[in-house]
Nanobody
Framework: QVQLVESGGGLVQPGGSLRLSCAASGLLFSLNQMGWYRQAPGKQRELVAAITGGGMTNYADSVKGRFTISKDNAGNTVYLQMNSLKPEDTAVYYC????????????WGQGTQVTVSS
């Protein structure tokens, strides 16, 4: 019932910036978490950043100080501001919503490619 549409990926040079967005439609519960995962070729999918319904955030150590996650006032759109990008940030980035009602339900966006290269 929850659909996620991502945008904002692309090609950027090292040191550059990109801003990803993810718009959620459908019923979102107050007890939820929105975030971003990424997966590079040959590597496991990893959590990049997450934000709770109450606005608390968490980041992977590899992106702390460079990436910022945020939500709009309605809580239906999540953003990932990525600064000081490095080649190792190259991956497909996936928006994720977790809804904690009778367990946890995961919803995923289609993925957007981020490539950091000269």
């Amino acid at each position: 019932q929850v659909q996620l549409v991502e945008s904002g990926g692309g090609l950027v040079q090292p040191g550059g910036s990109l801003r990803l967005s993810c718009a959620a439609s459908g019923l979102l519960f107050s007890l939820n978490q929105m975030g971003w995962y990424r997966q590079a070729p040959g590597k496991q999918r990893e959590l990049v950043a997450a934000i709770t319904g109450g606005g608390m955030t968490n980041y992977a150590d590899s992106v702390k100080g460079r990436f910022t996650i945020s939500k709009d006032n309605a809580g239906n759109t999540v953003y990932l501001q990525m600064n000081s990008l490095k080649p190792e940030d190259t991956a497909v980035y996936y928006c994720n919503v977790k809804i904690f009602v009778r367990g946890v339900d995961n919803y995923w966006g289609q993925g957007t490619q981020v490539t950091v290269s000269s």
